[in-house]
T-cell receptor, first 113, second 110 residues
Framework: DTGVSQDPRHKITKRGQNVTFRCDPISEHNRLYWYRQTLGQGPEFLTYFQNEAQLEKSRLLSDRFSAERPKGSFSTLEIQRTEQGDSAMYLC???????????FGEGSRLTVL | TQLLEQSPQFLSIQEGENLTVYCNSSSVFSSLQWYRQEPGEGPVLLVTVVTGGEVKKLKRLTFQFGDARKDSSLHITAAQPGDTGLYLCAGIQGAQKLVFGQGTRLTINP
């Protein structure tokens, strides 16, 4: 399967711990997006990369959140000092042509206790 | 404030019925997309509408883009249980960012 893959699929952590999610996009896609989705809501934009450059960050992305795409391939999203409000599904998507069509991974579900 | 408002938020109907869900905004979009999301999975693109007034059909699904490019609708004919899911509309904001509505959760009962 050469789709977008995310790891881990599920993460349960205690408040105050750090967590890191990984996203491997479709190999020829140069754009990579992170979204957050809470129950019953649509995905909310967090940030996106074109190759290794992070071009936009949402106000939702507080200073506890950091995303990287060091070699323009896979990306990581780290959340430091997690809070219960961080509990959500974190979705990664990739695209080859702007926001024309986004291909999503299955998401990483975070539960902060 | 949601940039894209979808209605209804929840819809539960019987197999065989027709339904329409709506996506509205006060902003003009260069294009709108419709995605379908099943539990535990990421959204999957169904269609992109680009031209005001455009109508696209995908089997029993008909998508329409409003003339002013501020709204869109999705009509499903003879709904089937396999149509159950979260339907999301999304518009491109700026040059690169896709923003989503809150979704319509559709349940088709056998």
């Amino acid at each position: 399967d050469t789709g977008v893959s995310q790891d881990p699929r599920h993460k349960i952590t205690k408040r105050g711990q750090n967590v890191t999610f990984r996203c491997d996009p479709i190999s020829e896609h140069n754009r990579l997006y992170w979204y957050r989705q809470t129950l019953g809501q649509g995905p909310e934009f967090l940030t996106y990369f074109q190759n290794e450059a992070q071009l936009e960050k949402s106000r939702l992305l507080s200073d506890r959140f950091s995303a990287e795409r060091p070699k323009g391939s896979f990306s990581t999203l780290e959340i430091q000092r997690t809070e219960q409000g961080d509990s959500a599904m974190y979705l990664c998507a990739s695209s080859s042509r702007g926001a024309g069509e986004l291909f999503f991974g299955e998401g990483s579900r975070l539960t902060v206790l | 404030t949601q940039l894209l408002e979808q209605s209804p938020q929840f819809l539960s109907i019987q197999e065989g019925e027709n339904l329409t869900v709506y996506c509205n905004s006060s902003s003009v979009f260069s294009s709108l997309q419709w995605y379908r999301q099943e539990p535990g999975e990421g959204p999957v693109l169904l269609v992109t509408v680009v031209t005001g007034g455009e109508v696209k059909k995908l089997k029993r699904l008909t998508f329409q883009f409003g003339d002013a490019r501020k709204d869109s609708s999705l009509h499903i004919t003879a709904a089937q249980p396999g149509d159950t899911g979260l339907y999301l509309c999304a518009g491109i904001q700026g040059a690169q960012k896709l923003v989503f509505g809150q979704g319509t959760r559709l349940t088709i009962n056998p």
